[in-house]
């Protein structure tokens, strides 16, 4: 299993659209590529020395082939989105990891 990461930092102006946006419409177009099984979202404790809200975006897929399918079908279109509707106010990042194991208590 592998988590596509995006970790975005989002200005105070623009936090709460934003989060609606997420939450409402980016996040479940996301999962409607087929290619995750599950999102999570969570706030970074961290304050930026450059202001604004942190999140990192969570989605789960079951193997590098599909990540790398979602990047050549889907990923520029969603991307494009989130930039035409808030431009420079969020500053996102991506990182892919991969999940050696998992713990439960």
Known sequence: MYIYNVTVNVEAGAHREWL??????????????????????????VTEETGGYTYAIQYTTPDQDTLQQYYREDAERLRTEVSRLFGEKVVAFRTELEIISEHQH
């Open 20 to 45: 609606k946006w997420m939450q409402e419409a980016h996040i479940p177009d996301v999962l409607s590529t087929g290619k995750f099984t599950n999102a999570r979202m969570c706030r970074v404790l």
